[in-house]
């Protein structure tokens, strides 16, 4: 099977993430997930199959259910190439591939910080609380155990950096940056989403641990835009082997991660070339969530 690590289309480039390739259709954008992975902040330099579709189609899955909740950006996800027919004028141009990984989206002004939500203490709350006991500067009960269930979700907005790390902010600091009244918007609406996704997860045995969120606004109303709970912008973890008291394996990444910590890696681009059954039970992984999360079929993409 083959994977696409670049896509090349007779487009204006919007922008180009360690995913995702992004075109410009004017009042509109065409995201195109590709098959690209990331370990460590580094992308590696092999794909994994289906990846791309599965991120495009989770992401569709959840906007499509949390419209009710939050207005989003989509347009139009792209099941055959016919379906961009309204947006792109000559799409005899562009390749099969795009089906099943791409998506029209409204062209949103980007509100410029990272909505982060935590159900559970991990990754940089879990290393801030056992330091200081705090999570973004906010006092936390005492006694708290790495992964554990928050007693409420939070919300950590984070500054959304241009290179490097996002940082934390407090809520005095947001406030500052976009105003007090769109700070309650996007909590309200971080909290919504997560709360709801969640619940929905783990009664088909995903715990999502933490998640980040993207709003913007498109025609004056404050909307979800980029992607949507996927694992590449959630930490996602299996309820069988959910344990408190220490880091979980991360349901689609961990072969990844194990395989680059034993290959003596020192975590500096280049990264190696995974083996083929690394590369594969990745793959597995990845379609094991978006079956159990929705119950759908992968769409797969053709070329
Ligand atoms: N509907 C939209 N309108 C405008 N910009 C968007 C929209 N959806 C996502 N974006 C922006 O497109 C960019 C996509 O970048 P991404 O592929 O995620 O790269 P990165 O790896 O740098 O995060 C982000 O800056 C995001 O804010
Ligand atoms: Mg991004």
Known sequence: MTVLLDAILPLP??????????????????????????????VLPCGIPDKGAVLN??????????AQLVPNHVIKTVNFLNDMKPYISNID???????????VVKKAKVIPVECVVRGYLSG????????QGTISGVQQPEGLQESQ??????????????????????WKELEKQIGNK???????????????????????????????????????EVSLVDEVLTPDSSRFWDVRSYVI???????????????LDKSGWNKQPPAPVLPDDV?????????KAYRLLTGRELQHVSG
């Not at 940089?124 to 330091?131: F, Q």
């Not at 590369?279 to 379609?287: C, L, M, N």
Request: glycine letters at 6%; a positive charge; proline letters at 5%.
């Open 93 to 103: 141009m562009l390749p099969d591939y795009l089906s099943g990984r791409s998506m």
């Open 182 to 220: 769109l700070a309650n918007e996007v909590k309200e609406k971080s909290l919504a989403v997560y709360n709801y996704a969640r619940g929905y997860a783990r009664q088909r045995d995903i715990i999502i641990a933490d998640t980040k969120f993207e709003f913007g606004i498109i025609n004056g």
């Open 57 to 66: 189609q989770m992401a569709a899955f959840w906007f499509e259910k949390t």
């Open 245 to 259: 008291g220490r880091s979980q394996p991360s349901f689609d990444k961990q072969p990844v991660r194990d395989w």
């Open 13 to 42: 480039v919007f922008g180009k993430g360690k995913v995702r390739d992004t075109y410009d259709l004017g009042d509109a954008l065409l995201i195109v997930v590709t098959d690209r992975i990331s370990a460590f902040d580094v």
């Open 279 to 287: 590369i594969q039970a990745t793959a597995r992984r990845y379609r």
């Open 124 to 131: 940089s709350a879990w290393e801030e609380y056992k330091k």
């Open 149 to 170: 269930e928050l007693p409420q979700p939070l919300f950590t907005p984070t500054t959304k950096a241009q290179t490097g790390h996002d940082m934390p902010l407090t």
